[in-house]
């Protein structure tokens, strides 16, 4: 069974740091690009990173550029994003998902981990 | 980047009437490289239909994806009481992917 299970968010200054996790299990991490897409609360869905198999291409929304950094251990199959210089306009669920199927499409998503930024 | 217009933002319809869903493109959408999702409060976003068309596995036969170049259309042939909900529709075909604000469904 394909799994997806993402940690480490909670609520941090304007300005702060987070780095978020994403644990994958039930399929061949190595083998596939992942997405981290947020939403905020009562909001439509955003793409925010994606990152290739072999960390070889990375992108990033324009949103976040230069202040988030997304990365990836295979051998623990884990994703990663790393959250710096918060703004409350970061406040969202974060998702990681992974197209199996079909590239570009997600198929498999987690449940979220929720970032509240806020004094 | 491409934007993703969708319309309406919200459709009040009855179970087991039809729905249409569009889903506008600013530009082309490269070889239909376009998705829809359905979203249910508190939930992850699941994949409906992906390349425009194409069913996701489990997905039953009452949701149909057509279009293709800028228009797009996600199509419930007869409501039922589970399909109430938001749909996403978003485009893989250049970078960045992005999605549509959503139409929210609701029932009558």
């Known amino acids: 069974e394909v799994q997806l299970v993402e940690s480490g968010g909670g609520l941090v200054q304007p300005g702060g740091s987070l780095r978020l996790s994403c644990a994958a299990s039930g399929f061949t991490f190595s083998t596939y690009s992942m997405n981290w897409v947020r939403q905020a609360p009562g909001k439509g869905l955003e793409w925010v990173s994606y990152?290739?198999?072999?960390?070889?291409?990375?992108y990033y929304a324009d949103s976040v550029k230069g202040r988030f950094t997304i990365s990836r251990d295979n051998a623990k199959n884990s994703l990663y994003l790393q959250m710096n210089s918060l703004r409350a306009e970061d406040t969202a669920v974060y998702y990681c998902?992974?197209?199996?199927?079909?590239?570009?499409?997600?198929?498999?998503w987690g449940q979220g981990t929720l970032v509240t930024v806020s004094s | 980047e491409i934007v993703l217009t969708q319309s309406p933002a919200t459709l009040s319809l009855s179970p087991g009437e039809r729905a249409t869903l569009s889903c506008g493109a600013s530009?082309?959408?490269?070889?239909?490289?376009l998705a829809w999702y359905q979203q249910k409060p508190g939930l992850a976003p699941r994949l409906l239909i992906y390349?425009?068309?194409s069913r996701a596995t489990g997905i039953p036969d009452r949701f149909s994806g057509s279009g293709s170049g800028t228009d797009f259309i996600l199509t419930i042939s007869r409501l039922e009481p589970e399909d109430f909900a938001v749909y996403y529709c978003q485009q893989y075909g250049s970078s960045p992917q992005t999605f549509g604000q959503g139409t929210k469904l609701e029932i009558k």
């Open positions: 390349d425009a068309a």
């Open positions: 998902a992974v197209a199996l199927m079909v590239p570009g499409a997600n198929d498999y």
């Open positions: 530009q082309s959408v490269s070889a239909s490289y």
């Open positions: 990152i290739s198999s072999s960390s070889s291409t990375i």
